[in-house]
Structure formats: C-alpha cells, structure tokens
Nanobody, 118 residues
Framework: QVQLVESGGGLVQPGGSLRLSCAAS????????MGWYRQASGKQRELLAV???????RYADSVKGRFTISRDNAKNTVYLQMNSLKPEDTAVYYC????????????WGQGTQVTVSS
C-alpha cells in the first residue's frame, strides 16, 4: 500500500507555470510506475504522464512538450512541471502509484486543483 499527497496547485495565468509535487509514504524507487492524471469538470479522468523505475516516461499528446514528469528518489517525491499553461489545463490533478506490474494494484492521492485563468 502507498499513500500519496499532492501539492502545488493554484491559480495561474495563461502562459504561466506550476510545479506539482506528489509525496509518497515509502520509497518510490521500488514502485513500478508513478503517474499524473487530471480530471476537468464534466470530463473523464485523463492520463497525462508516467514514469517507471527505469526512468522511462510517457506523455499524453495534450501535454507533450509542455509538461515534464520527474522524480527525486531521496525525497520519495514525484513532480509534474507544467509550462505554457492554457485555460483548458484547468482540472484537479491526481498522483497515481502502481507498486508492481499488476494493473489492479494502484493507489491515488487526494488531488490538487489547478486553475488557469486571466
């Protein structure tokens, strides 16, 4: 079991940047995959970015080139750097952990709100 706490959300103007943090309750070096999702009002939850223990990363087309997922194993923390933010990026952002290759074995944080508006 993994407990996750997201932070770093807030209000930002279009074109601005935010960095989200996901603090895990145990070492992330032993977690198979960590990811970031978001869910906008009235929409389905969307996978944004994934990083694995061997540092392979994948991004959704909607954020590729603007968002970067990274990890600090010493701090048990995964980050999502978000640049060139757009109003359509407004959503609740969630951290996800999959400790093993078993798809059903995964855990979620509580979410952090990101609002992009002028």
């Amino acid at each position: 079991q993994v407990q996750l706490v997201e932070s770093g959300g807030g209000l930002v103007q279009p074109g601005g940047s935010l960095r989200l943090s996901c603090a895990a309750s145990r070492s992330i070096s032993s977690i198979y995959a960590m990811g970031w999702y978001r869910q906008a009002s009235g929409k389905q939850r969307e996978l944004l970015a994934v990083t694995t223990t061997n540092s392979i990363t994948r991004y959704a087309d909607s954020v590729k080139g603007r968002f970067t997922i990274s990890r600090d194993n010493a701090k048990n923390t995964v980050y999502l750097q978000m640049n060139s933010l757009k109003p359509e990026d407004t959503a609740v952002y969630y951290c996800n952990a999959r400790p093993t290759a078993i798809v059903a074995d995964n855990y979620w944080g509580q979410g952090t709100q990101v609002t992009v508006s002028s």
